[in-house]
C-alpha cells in the first residue's frame, strides 16, 4: 500500500474506533433486560478492547510520521551519503 492510502486506512480505522468508544460512553444500560449485566461486561470489555487498539493506532501513526520526518530531513552529499544538519550549519556560515 502507498503512503497516503495506509494513512488514509489508518485515519478510517481510528475514526471507527473513536466511534465504538463513544458509541459504548452513550450506551444506556436496561436493566429490566435479564441479560443486562453479561450485554454490561461485554461493552466494557469492548470498549478496553477499542482503546487499547486506537492508543496502538496512534502510536504506528506517530512513529511513521517520525520516519517521513526523519527521511525529509536527510541530505544526500555527492557520495550518496546522509550529511550532518551540523555539517551544513558550518558550510551555510563559511
Request: net charge negative.
Amino acid at each position: 500500500m502507498k503512503q497516503n492510502q495506509t494513512s488514509g486506512h489508518l485515519s478510517g480505522i481510528v475514526a471507527a474506533l473513536r466511534e465504538v468508544i463513544d458509541a459504548v460512553d452513550c450506551r444506556v444500560p436496561h436493566r429490566e433486560r435479564s441479560s443486562e449485566l453479561h450485554i454490561a461486561r461485554v461493552a466494557a470489555a469492548l470498549r478496553i478492547e477499542a482503546v487499547n487498539r486506537l492508543e496502538e493506532m496512534t502510536r504506528i501513526a506517530d512513529d511513521a510520521d517520525e520516519r517521513d520526518s526523519d527521511t525529509v530531513g536527510a541530505v544526500m552529499s555527492d557520495d550518496g551519503g546522509p550529511v550532518q544538519a551540523d555539517l551544513l550549519a558550518r558550510a551555510a556560515v563559511g
